[in-house]
């Protein structure tokens, strides 16, 4: 068996990595996203605002399942409220462990 004098690549590298004002518009994009995020977390505040309520609400006349469908709500809103404060940080934490694979 017979091995070649250089090294073998195997992948090609394109050179490809995000650069900002390469298409227009990007600033237009990020307001869009930004609005978005806003109404996300303001529509988190009122289903924990309702299902805070519920929960109150079925603890105080006794209905279980109105008790439990308010922590449930509850708790669904408190995980959406930090996957929309952590948006950002979690794509750049996941986007620089990406530019590290070779």
Known sequence: MSFPDRPLHLAYDPGISPK???LPGLDVLKTVVSSIN???IVAVVGALAVSLG???WGHH???HQAE??????AVVAAGAALGLGAANGIVMFFSALGSQVR
């Open 20 to 22: 900002g004002g390469g």
């Open 38 to 40: 806003l109404f996300g």
């Open 54 to 56: 519920v929960w109150a």
């Open 61 to 63: 006349s006794g209905g």
């Open 68 to 73: 439990a469908n308010g922590k449930k709500g």
